[in-house]
């Protein structure tokens, strides 16, 4: 059972009780479980990431605080109230589909007011907030068309103010962003965080893209086999992984195997110095914190752990670029450093044994390991 | 790519065909109602738009084309209203019966149409099943008449045989609708009946239009029906077509008739389609 970090609330604006608080909730499908035991709780105004890989129940989770799916067990309340018992058209929640699921016949402005006529509001409230959403938005140009004539990225926007403008308590979105290319993408996930701040909504956002993840979330919740493995910021998530799994998965990683004597890691030929309890451990090192020195500074300073090793693989990344070096013990690690032209012979190397993080091993071995 | 010969090889044969089976009866057609039939019953090949004011002039043609479609209406309106809730359950709510539920709307058409009109023959005749159970049951004390040998009696019958002809299109519109615009409808507000008269009933739209269009035209062409059911007061524009055709020897008249008939069905048709593509969104 993964622990989970307690949510770290990053705004003032959270009350005593969660916007959204889910309660072990486990779902199957058939024989196959999707999700096993959930507990998550969304704060006032927070940008909450489900991340996870393909298969990992992010979708499924998302779609049972929707009412698209109902859940096996467990609970989900809405400040304090049942919320899992309500068809999904008597919730609190709007979600952007991850194909946006515009309706056809409708043109973008009808699209907009959908949720506003089906509730009955008068007439002249609905032009108001369909045009001040459109205005949101910036596609008030579009307000006559059909779906079918406007781009991707700006039936993207139309999904958001179809949700939007129902004023809802949470927004869903299920990879709203995965069908865009590239460049409008890292623009998507910009605007997208800013229009969050800007109407202050709690935003559950599915991803299977950590940088993405990354870039817009206050918190992340990673889901792994339909179990969380880590709820935190990511920054912490980053920095303080729990578990390999979620070193491997968020970012790159060197995970280093050693035993604990006295006092002092073993790790291969490398050794250091911690406060951990005897046995058998596991460290993520991030290659950006192993640092290429010069051959003069190779002391015994007990802050640093140093070594040797050649240079077997040099990737290219544009501002960085990823060694892969081979140590004098024979094992290979990742190094992230600046790009320099000429690289060659043995290379000193040395990291702060603080940034030597130890991490649980994964329940289950990763199928796919990533790193 | 392909060579001229390949190309002709593929192309020609249905070029002959329909030219042969098609235009060239069609042709004659078109001709035959513009020629007149002698007193001593020989074709008059000599242009004349008689038929055609005989067509206006005597009221049992217009009347009998008036019922056909009147009745042919009321066949569109009972199948679509039977079949778009046979459709909407099949889509829907069958689940994993979807197909087996499928094949038994489409067993009916193996069945020969002759063979289902006569079924209603013997259900609906005064010494049929139904009037021997209503009176069984003493409901009614003599046959009811008006069962058989009626307009009563077409309507039935074309429904039954139509019905699968209006649930297909309207199923296959239905299966074309992607569920997620279903649960963005529940999403944003509305009740499941919101959501079937604001998103999945106008998207099914272009087959309710193509299912409504073959029941129509089907049965307005029909005459098995109406020869073996209908009685006098239940025939239709097929009816007389055949007659004059067949015993009065008026194949001019016939053909003009038929040829009224064609340009109809041919312009609903068009329409159908016009439509169908107005309310078709990929």
């Known amino acids: 059972m993964a622990t989970t970090t307690e949510p770290v609330v990053t705004s003032a604006k959270a009350g005593l009780q969660p916007l959204l608080a889910i309660r072990n909730v486990a779902k199957s499908f058939g024989r196959n ?32 605080i929707a009412g698209f799916e109902s859940a096996d067990s467990g609970e989900i309340l809405m400040e304090g109230e049942r919320l899992d018992v309500l068809p999904p058209y008597r919730r609190r929640v709007n979600t952007v589909f991850q194909n946006y699921a515009l309706f056809p016949h409708l043109t973008v402005e009808e699209n907009v007011g959908y949720g506003l006529r089906v509730t009955k509001l008068p007439k002249t409230e609905i032009a108001d907030r369909v045009t001040e959403a459109l205005a949101m938005v910036k596609m008030t140009a579009f307000a006559k068309s059909k779906p079918a004539k406007i781009s991707g990225g700006q039936q993207q926007r139309i999904a958001l103010a179809r949700a939007l403008v129902n004023r809802p308590r949470l927004l869903l979105l299920d990879e709203p962003l995965s069908a865009l290319d590239a460049n409008l993408r890292r623009q998507m996930q910009v605007e997208l965080k800013s229009l969050q701040r800007e109407v202050g909504i709690s935003f559950v956002f599915v991803t299977h893209d950590q940088e993405e993840a990354m870039v817009m979330s206050d918190r992340i919740a990673l889901l792994r086999m339909g179990e969380l ?100 013990d024979g094992h290979t690690l990742s190094v992230r450093t600046a790009t320099r032209e000429q690289r060659q012979g043995d290379l000193h190397l040395e990291f702060s044994p603080m940034d030597a993080v130890p991490v649980r091993e994964s329940a289950i071995s990763t199928s796919g390991e990533r790193g | 790519m392909f060579s001229r010969a390949y190309r002709a090889a593929i192309t020609l044969p249905p070029l002959i065909w329909v030219v042969l089976f ?12 513009f020629w007149s039939v002698s007193p001593s019953q020989t074709i008059v090949h000599s242009w004349t738009l008689d038929n055609y004011r005989e067509l206006f002039r005597v009221n049992v043609y217009l009347q009998t084309l008036v019922r056909s479609m009147w009745i ?20 829907f709510y069958a ?37 021997t159970l209503l009176q069984y049951v003493h409901l009614t004390k003599h046959p009811l008449e008006f069962l058989l040998y009626s307009p009563f009696a077409v309507v039935l019958t074309l429904t039954h045989i139509y019905t699968p002809f209006t649930v297909l299109p309207i199923y296959a519109a239905l299966e074309h609708i992607p569920r997620n615009l279903v649960e963005a409808s529940h999403d944003l507000g509305a009740s499941p009946l919101q959501t079937f008269w604001r998103v999945i009933f106008p998207l099914s739209i272009p087959g309710v239009l193509a299912g409504a269009t073959f029941a129509f035209v089907l049965s307005l062409g029909d005459f098995l029906a109406p020869l073996l059911l209908g009685g006098p007061s239940g025939i239709m524009i097929s009816n007389i077509v055949v007659s004059l055709f067949g015993a009065a020897y008026n194949w001019p008249l016939g053909a003009a008739i038929s040829l009224c008939m064609l340009i109809l069905v041919v312009s609903l048709l068009f329409l159908s389609e016009k439509l169908e593509k107005k309310w078709s969104f990929r």
């Open chain 2, 72 to 91: 042919a209406a009321r066949v569109m309106t009972f199948s679509l209203l039977l079949g778009y809730p046979l459709a909407y359950f099949l889509s």
């Open chain 2, 22 to 33: 098609l235009l060239i009866p069609y042709g004659l057609l078109f001709c035959y109602s």
């Open chain 1, 33 to 64: 479980p999707v999700l096993r035991d959930i507990s998550l709780q969304i704060a006032e105004g927070e940008f909450l990431t489900i991340l996870g890989e393909s298969g990992s129940g992010k979708t499924t989770l998302l779609r049972i």
């Open chain 1, 229 to 328: 493995e880590q709820v935190a910021s990511p920054r912490e998530i980053y920095s303080h992984p729990a578990t390999a799994y979620t070193a491997q998965f968020i970012g790159h990683t060197n995970l280093l195997r050693g035993e604990i004597k006295s006092g002092i890691v073993h790790c291969n030929s490398l050794s250091w110095r911690v406060g951990l309890p005897e046995g058998p451990a596991l460290f993520s090192l991030r290659p950006e914190n192993i640092r290429i020195v010069p051959p003069a500074t190779d002391n015994a300073d007990v802050n640093v752990v140093t070594f040797h090793g050649k240079i077997r693989h040099q990737a290219f990344h544009g501002a960085t670029e990823l060694l892969q070096v081979v140590c004098d």
């Open chain 2, 95 to 131: 689940g994993p019966r979807k197909d087996l539920f499928y094949q038994l709307v489409i067993i009916p058409l193996w069945v020969s149409y002759l063979v289902r009109a006569y079924a209603w023959k013997t259900i609906l005749g005064s010494d049929g099943v139904l009037n």
